[in-house]
């Protein structure tokens, strides 16, 4: 990652380093100190020598708290709460391992923005911040992406823990925002899981958690167009995620988040080659 | 629809329960905070119209179910004779009884004759729908109207008691034409209880047409119910009547000629009780075949009986009583008398030989000249014979009328003046007959009788199959005769009639055109004026002597007089329009007997669709009640609401099945 500070993340860049990348051939113009003699001993042409360069991690964090994030059906934790678990706990980890961490949270009131910063003591503004977010109303998510993506020069990694319960092609337009800004973008879509199961036995009265809406169902009627429905939107979410090359990840609230941390963390390790 | 139990359907208010539970439930739903509303919104939208239309139809046959439910419960009775009456609650009921002796035919149980079956339900339907309306009773026997009060018990009132008298249907239906056009702007309607019996009911006859135009002419549409007591056949088809047709004195004896009416499809046994003068009866049977069987019974009278009596023939109890005895009176041994009243001459004394010849004993022929036509004693003279011009008195016709009104039979013999124009150039006539010039018959030429009727009248043929020698008679001069209204009983071979006749209430009039003169034809000879003028002289014969046969309802001789019940003693009544028995006059003198109809003994019904066509464009409903013991209460009409509670329960019970989950599972949620 570009940056001032040696971090533990390679950079993408190609650049001085003692670790060796890859070879390409040799155009007029590069330096020939880097020409691999060896190289062309062998096959009588010339290649340079391409090294990974080491660059700090700036990443930022994005979370949702719209209403819907405040959903938890019986002892489990809501969304949001277990947003913030991922959000502090991704934090964390980000600066221990001398990486820049900020922090954006989309609210009806608007989006706080905490910048990245790598110093220790940012964890505790993050936490604060964190601990003070409800969920409340109805926040653009869309809306913070773009101004993320706008705000945010050099390349980052963007987290975005949400439910993403917005408008398909407005989410899809945000993220190939970020995506166009060369942003890496790791989403965690966050459901409870009565929210896929849709599991009632009787008629309920269901009030919007972001709104006024109130409407009254009959599971028995209701349920497989709802499942349907959901079915459809999380095929897009998902189908989104994969236009913008986003780290994809649907979460169920069930789920112990370290599990999930873990798994986010292990897929992104670098691959041997 | 009427209802038995009208104050439950105040329960119908619960039917609104199914409607307030669900509105109470819509805000007792537990409420759940739910954030994926975007995915049930649309669900929601999808199936919003399915959704609200299975909602409504469940809550509907909810509320049906509930308000059927309290209708059965309710007991309507629309399809019941309840249900069927009353339905506009009308100011005036008109009650047209008939309670002729047909209408006392037993059910199968012999329990409850149709009669009473009619008054059980009628007093119902009055205390179920009467209630404010005025009911006017019009029974069959008296056909007097009769207002009932609210307190009125139909079963205690002689009006709807038995009665021996014949129904009158079309002219009930008059009576209360006439007593509805006393009271214009009533909303009225006419009830008819009766059992359709065709000879009651007359449907053939014109008076219905005329019936059909006194109703358009009313001022308000009255409507006619008629509560059909069609019966049970079962017990009609054992019933047996009997009927007198003719009583006939011959010295010491009297011949009766009856009538039995089998009403079943075999031939029967029955034993017969003869009685006379109210003594000790004696017992014959009787092979009856079905249908009707005539019998000609002689019975013997004690040898001091010299003057008129009774008697009676009884049959076993049967599902109908009234028509199980028939009444007949005879008369005394006093000589039948013929007033001949004639100008002097040959044909005068030919017909006093023929009325009374000698060897006659019960025969006694009184002479008189046309002048001495008061000395007639109308009371005790069977038949008068007129043989000169017809005088323009207004007394004679006057007289003439009387007599033969009362059952006198008259015979009257053209003049033998040349012209039988009277004075003043008027050709006179008497009861409406008169005669042409008389004629002769053409040189070497004679008028011949060539038709007569045989079956019945004075030339019928005899008991031995033979008949009166019309057609051998002599006739050289004829005065053709006009009989107003009459009929020709004989004619010529130029169709010119030889005699006619004419009934005139209980008499009639019997016109010849030629004279049993030698200068008009041997009349007297080939044994035709002998019987001829003996059968009239029997007709007669009622009326004098003491004896008359009359069927109950028709008016008794000598109106005016008071006629008092001699037998039975156990009459259903003492008014002879009500109940058949013996009568006699207030001096003793003439006995009568009145006897059941013989035409209510006749099965035949109308049915529903006859009755419907009796009239054109007035519609007349007919419930027909069959006299059973099935209950008044057991209406169909409370099922069918039992049953649409189940099947409105059954809807809402698969309306209100969940919808079947299954199928394939979403892709994005199978991992979960």
């Not at chain 2, 007093?123 to 007097?144: C, M, N, P, Q, Y």
């Not at chain 2, 007959?433 to 030429?445: S, T």
């Not at chain 2, 209950?631 to 079947?660: D, T």
């Amino acid at each position: 990652m570009l940056g001032t500070v040696s971090g533990r993340h390679k950079s993408p860049h190609c650049g001085s380093s003692i670790e060796f990348a890859e070879y390409r051939k040799y155009v007029p113009g590069d330096d020939t100190r880097r020409l691999d003699w060896r190289a062309y001993a062998r096959s009588d042409r010339f290649y340079i020598k391409e090294f990974e360069a080491e660059t700090n991690l700036r990443a930022y964090i994005v979370i949702d708290s719209s209403g819907s994030m405040g959903f938890s059906a019986g002892d489990r934790m809501t969304k949001l709460d277990y947003a913030k678990r991922l959000a502090s706990s991704l934090a964390y980890l980000t600066l221990q391992g001398g990486d820049a961490i900020g922090l954006s949270r989309c609210a009806e009131s608007g989006t706080v923005n905490l910048p990245a910063r790598r110093n220790p003591s940012h964890l505790e503004v993050i936490l604060d911040l964190l601990e003070d977010t409800q969920a409340e109303g109805s926040a653009s998510l869309p809306d913070t992406l773009h101004e993320l993506a706008e705000k945010v020069r050099q390349r980052a990694l963007i987290i975005i823990i949400s439910d993403f319960f917005y408008p398909p092609n407005e989410l899809r337009d945000a993220l190939l925002h970020l995506r166009f800004n060369k942003h890496d973008i790791a989403a965690f879509q966050l459901l409870d899981p009565q929210e896929i199961t849709f599991a009632f036995d009787r008629p309920q009265r269901f009030v919007d958690l972001e709104g006024s809406e109130v409407v009254i169902a009959d599971p028995n009627t209701i349920s497989e167009r709802y499942k349907s429905a959901l079915s459809t939107f999380l095929e897009a979410t998902r189908r989104n995620c994969m236009d913008s090359k986003s780290d994809y990840h649907r979460v169920l609230t069930d789920k112990p988040y370290d599990e999930v941390l873990a798994d986010f963390l292990t897929a992104r390790l670098p691959k041997k080659r | 629809m009427q209802f038995l139990n009208p104050l439950i359907l105040g329960a119908l208010l619960l039917a609104a329960i199914p409607v307030i539970i669900h509105l109470i439930n819509k805000r007792r739903h537990r409420t759940i905070k739910w954030g994926a509303m975007m995915f049930l919104l649309q669900a929601n939208r999808q199936s919003k119209g399915r959704r609200r239309l299975r909602h409504i139809l469940i809550l509907t046959c909810r509320v049906l179910a509930l308000a059927a439910l309290i209708t059965a419960i309710a007991r309507p009775i629309a399809g019941g004779w309840l249900g069927w009456a009353g339905n506009n609650s009308p100011e005036t009921i008109i009650l047209l009884f008939d309670r002729s002796p047909s209408m006392e035919i037993t059910d199968a149980l012999g329990e409850q004759s149709k009669r009473a079956n009619a008054i059980e339900r009628l007093s119902k339907a009055l205390r179920e729908f009467g209630g404010g309306a005025k009911v006017v009773l019009i029974d069959s026997a008296t056909r007097e109207p009769l207002s009932l009060s609210n307190s009125t018990k139909l079963e205690e009132l002689p009006q709807t008691g038995p009665s021996d008298a014949a129904a009158d249907i079309p002219g009930l239906l008059t009576i209360a034409i006439d007593y509805l056009s006393a009271s214009p702007g009533e909303n009225a309607e006419i009830w008819i209880a009766s059992d359709l019996q065709e000879s009651n009911w007359q449907p053939q006859s014109g008076v219905w047409q005329s019936l059909e135009k006194s109703f358009e002419n009313l001022p308000t549409d009255i409507p006619i119910r008629v509560l059909a007591l069609t019966g049970d056949s079962a017990s009609e088809t054992s019933n047996v009547g009997v009927n007198v047709q003719r009583v006939e004195r011959q010295g010491g004896a009297i011949i009766v000629d009856l009538q039995f009416n089998n009403q079943s499809s075999q031939e029967i046994t029955i034993p017969v009780t003869f009685n006379i003068d109210g003594g000790s009866g004696t017992q014959q049977s009787v092979r009856l075949s079905a249908g009707t069987t005539t019998i000609r019974k002689r019975i013997e009278l004690a040898d001091s009986n010299n003057s008129a009596g009774f008697g009676s023939a009884t049959l076993p109890a049967d599902p109908n009583s009234r028509d199980n005895l028939a009444w007949f009176t005879y008369g005394n041994l006093a000589p039948l008398v013929t007033a001949v009243v004639a100008e002097p001459g040959t044909a005068a004394d030919r017909l006093a030989i023929a009325a009374a010849p000698a060897a006659f004993n019960s025969r006694s022929a009184l002479k008189l000249t046309p002048s001495e036509w008061q000395r007639i004693d109308w009371e005790n003279t069977s038949l008068v014979i007129w043989q000169d011009a017809i005088p323009q008195d207004d007394a004679f016709e006057s007289a003439m009328r009387s007599y033969v009104e009362r059952g006198g039979q008259l015979a009257i013999f053209p003049p033998s003046k040349v012209s039988a124009v009277g004075e003043g150039g008027v050709r006179p006539s008497l009861l409406g007959v008169f005669f042409a010039d008389n004629e002769p018959a053409p040189l070497d030429g004679q008028f011949s009788v060539t038709d007569w009727n045989k079956d019945s009248g004075i030339f019928a043929n005899f008991d031995d199959g033979s008949s009166p020698a019309l057609n051998s008679l002599f006739v050289i001069r004829r005065a053709p005769v006009s009989m107003e209204g009459g009929i020709a009983i004989a004619l010529y071979s130029d169709d010119v009639p030889f005699a006619s006749t004419r009934r005139i209430k209980a008499g009639s009039v019997t016109a010849f055109t030629s004279l049993p003169d030698d200068r008009w034809s041997d009349l007297l000879q080939h044994n035709v004026m002998f019987p001829a003028l003996q059968r009239m002289i029997m007709a007669g014969a009622n009326r004098v002597g003491g004896a008359r046969l009359l069927n109950v309802g028709e008016s008794l001789p000598s109106a005016g007089e008071d006629w008092k019940l001699v037998a039975p003693a156990d009459a259903i009544s003492n008014d002879s329009l009500v109940s058949a028995g013996i009568y006699a006059d207030k001096d003793e003198k003439f006995l009568a007997a009145l006897n059941v109809p013989s035409e209510e003994a006749a099965s035949q019904r109308i049915d529903v669709d006859q009755v419907n066509a009796l009239f054109e464009a007035k519609p007349i409903r007919v419930f027909e009640e069959r006299v059973t013991r099935e209950s008044n209460l057991a209406s169909p009409i409370w099922r069918f609401f039992a049953y649409a509670v189940l099947v409105f329960l059954f809807i809402e019970g698969l309306l209100s099945l969940p919808p079947k989950r299954g199928g394939e599972p979403d892709p994005e949620l199978a991992a979960f």
